[in-house]
């Protein structure tokens, strides 16, 4: 279990490289209509009748997300003023999520609801960790086998929203392809770039969700008799 772990996290790594090399490779791909990610995220908006989500800038690269809570599409630099294929991918896919969360699709909002208790569930997987590596405070309290219960408890809130994550971001994606596509945003060259972009940013949410299986399992392994 231990070595399918590391697998796993070698895995992740390898994935993230591969993502990073065919968002630099399709950033240099300029898009046909010479649009930039801000303006194709908010035709795409237009297109779907949305009018209370705002565009953003934020700081970093692959930093690229949708907040529900505050209603704005979040893109980097790149996404944002870039033209190119990968920034009509990834703003397009942002934009996925927002037309999720005006259709009401069920599996963003089962997602939305359990991220707060998985962050509360991190910080008390964490204290719980510590005190049995320390071999102090709660494991000479409540015993070991409570505190291997209180981890897959834990870990399974976390495993759940890490495999709820991945219908939400296909999803997603799929959208942004099928938007891009039928607006006429895109060609259909362009349409198998965006579409292998955006499959290695899927990679990485399936290989998070597989280790986030494993490492349930592994707790489960170390319960005593």
Not at 30 to 41: D, F, K, Q, R, V
Not at 109 to 134: C, D, F, H, K
Not at 174 to 195: C, V
Request: charged share 15%; no cysteine; glycine share 6%.
């Amino acid at each position: 279990m231990f070595i399918l772990l590391i697998i796993f996290f070698v895995a992740g790594l390898v994935v993230q490289q591969r993502l990073k090399s065919k968002f630099k490779k399709y950033s240099l791909e300029a898009l046909s209509n010479g649009l930039s990610g801000a303006e194709i995220a908010q035709r795409m908006l237009d297109a779907h009748g949305i009018t209370d989500v705002r565009i953003e800038s934020v700081s970093g690269k692959l930093t690229d997300h949708y907040n529900p809570m505050q209603k704005t599409v979040n893109l980097s630099p790149d996404v944002y003023a870039g033209r190119s294929v990968a920034a009509a991918a990834v703003a397009a896919h942002e934009v996925g999520h927002a037309v999720q969360h005006a259709t009401g699709y069920k599996w963003l909002e089962m997602r939305s609801q359990l991220v707060p208790v998985a962050n509360y569930s991190g910080t008390i997987m964490n204290v719980v960790l510590w005190s049995m590596i320390l071999g102090v405070g709660f494991l000479g309290l409540f015993g070991y086998n409570t505190m291997i219960w209180v981890l897959i408890a834990t870990q399974a809130v976390i495993t759940a929203v890490s495999v709820i994550t991945l219908p939400v971001e296909y999803d997603a994606s799929n959208r942004a392809l099928a938007w891009l596509t039928t607006s006429g945003m895109i060609t259909t060259q362009e349409h198998d770039k965006a579409s292998d972009a955006l499959s290695w940013a899927a990679r990485t949410y399936l290989v998070a969700a597989l280790a986030s299986l494993t490492t349930l399992a592994y707790y489960f392994s170390l319960l005593r008799d």
